[in-house]
């Protein structure tokens, strides 16, 4: 017996468990591959909205500016600088809410929350961590004068 005879037989007898082998695992490793090249052309994952850092500090800004508004110039002056002041308050409140996982009512219009609706949402905003103003001032009961 020769080295060729040799090969033939274990060619013969090792087919079978090849073709098996092949037929068992063959899947899984075509998955494999195929989540790896998936994987690979995937797009990093990026942040729906601005960051965390960015809504609270808008939200202190917007917060400081309509403390300032109140107790500033006459009120027909004043009224429709506070009542946008307000929307962007809002705003930036359901997106921080958004982030922060806190419950909230989505309004149909951005920043068209009342004003029990806009404090509880900074109260809970607080409670979440965000550092917000201690004192915020009154706020308009429907979001105009």
Known sequence: MNAVDVAKLVL???????????V????????????????SRRQPLRPLGPP?????????RLLRLHGELTASAH???????????????AARAVEAAKALDVPHRDPDVPGALSRDELITILRDLSRAGLVL???VGPFTTDGRF
């Open 12 to 22: 013969i007898v090792a087919t079978p468990t090849l073709l098996g082998a092949l």
């Open 24 to 39: 068992v695992y063959g899947p899984k490793w075509c998955a494999r591959l195929a989540d790896r090249w998936r994987d």
């Open 52 to 60: 965390i850092e960015q809504l609270a500090a808008d939200l202190r």
């Open 75 to 89: 009120l027909a002056m004043r009224a429709h600088r506070l009542w946008a002041v307000e929307a962007a308050i």
């Open 133 to 135: 103003p201690a004192k």
